[in-house]
């Protein structure tokens, strides 16, 4: 098996038991990097100097003993380029910040660093996250590496795309309106936009600040919960921040969705939707039936006002 085809758990398992070093991952992810990213696009910066120079030093910290308890240590990571990085720029997929380099780290990224994750580079995106397609970036149109003739969605469509295409294992993206909930849908990735106030939002250039939060994008749920466990947690820095007891949300995990009950909406379900994602998720509605889950449908009649001040909030940015 390829390394750049493991999960960020499956290749941190390797490098914690000495099978694999932190500079061997990552040189793997550049090479997938090299070959890939010319079709789809997925970054906007590399940081080959600095991230080499953090892989020495986790290696280092790993082979102390002071990341033993460090389940994601050495393991690649892209960032949406709308985090603050402190030394790597941050452009926000704009010509305004073009040359923007943060004297800070937002506070998901300290995390990340602490963790000894390895950021490999920021990752493209729709400009200032106002898009759905991450066709409107200052510097190109990222590609969905399933069909280049697709969209990847947006505005975290260089996070999915990255992730799908096997260039990282996981990354960061942020959610206001879908930003990554939708992307990773259209590039068959994991998703998760966290419930407002249980990721700091410090560092993060943002789109609307009472809906933005960061999440994670990942090739499974275990990833997307273990990634989760590290970036949720209070902030003093971040006002919105929830101050509420660490959860290890692993332990949500089961084997089966029995008991399950799964809500759709009339509204996004019905006049308007493309027949083909329709049957797609009538297929998905019937399997979850078979494996034990209820699914239910309800009125959502707020759906059509919702959609409605999206759009005016986008314009009106």
């Not at 994670?216 to 949720?232: C, E, F, G, Y």
């Not at 009649?301 to 059509?304: E, F, K, Y």
């Given at each position: 098996m390829e390394l750049n085809t493991l999960s960020a758990i499956e290749l941190s398992a390797k490098i914690r038991a000495g099978e694999l070093t932190v500079k061997q991952a990552l040189d793997d992810a550049y090479?997938?990097?090299?070959?890939q990213e010319p079709k789809y696009n997925c970054y906007i910066s590399l940081c080959k100097e600095e991230a080499y120079r953090a892989a020495e030093e986790v290696q280092a910290r790993i082979d102390s003993g002071e990341l033993k308890d460090a389940p994601l240590a050495g393991v690649p990571v892209g960032i949406k380029d709308n985090m603050c990085t402190q030394g790597v720029r941050t452009t926000c997929a704009s010509k305004m910040l073009e040359n923007f380099i943060p004297p800070y780290d937002a506070t998901a990224i300290r995390k990340v660093r602490e963790a000894g994750m390895v950021i490999t580079g920021k990752l493209n995106m729709d400009e200032f996250a106002m898009g759905g397609s991450t066709e409107y970036s200052y510097f190109h149109v990222t590609?969905?590496?399933?069909?280049?003739?697709?969209?990847?969605?947006g505005s975290s469509g260089g996070s999915a795309a990255a992730v799908a295409s096997n260039m990282v294992p996981w990354a960061l993206g942020s959610d206001t309106g879908g930003s990554i909930r939708q992307p990773s849908s259209f590039c068959g990735v994991v998703g998760l936009k966290p419930t407002y106030g249980l990721v700091s939002r410090y560092g993060v250039v943002a789109f609307a600040s009472s809906?933005?939060?960061?999440?994670?994008?990942?090739?499974?749920?275990?990833?997307?919960?273990?990634?989760?466990?590290?970036?949720?947690g209070h902030d003093e820095?971040?006002?919105t921040s929830e101050n509420i007891p660490k959860k290890d949300y692993t332990k949500a995990l089961k084997g089966d969705v029995k008991g399950l009950k799964?809500?759709?909406?009339?509204q996004y379900y019905g006049e308007g939707i493309n027949e083909e994602v329709k049957a797609k998720l009538q297929e998905a509605?019937?399997?979850?039936?078979k494996l034990g889950a209820t699914v239910e449908e309800f009125s959502l009649?707020?759906?059509?006002y919702a959609l409605a001040t999206y759009y005016i909030i986008a314009c009106a940015e």
């Open positions: 090479a997938r990097i090299e070959a590609r969905n590496p399933w069909n280049l003739n697709k969209v990847p969605g809906l933005d939060q960061i999440g994670p994008i990942t090739k499974d749920v275990t990833d997307s919960a273990m990634l989760l466990n590290l970036i949720a820095k971040d006002t799964i809500g759709i909406p009339k509605i019937e399997t979850y039936k009649d707020i759906a059509d």
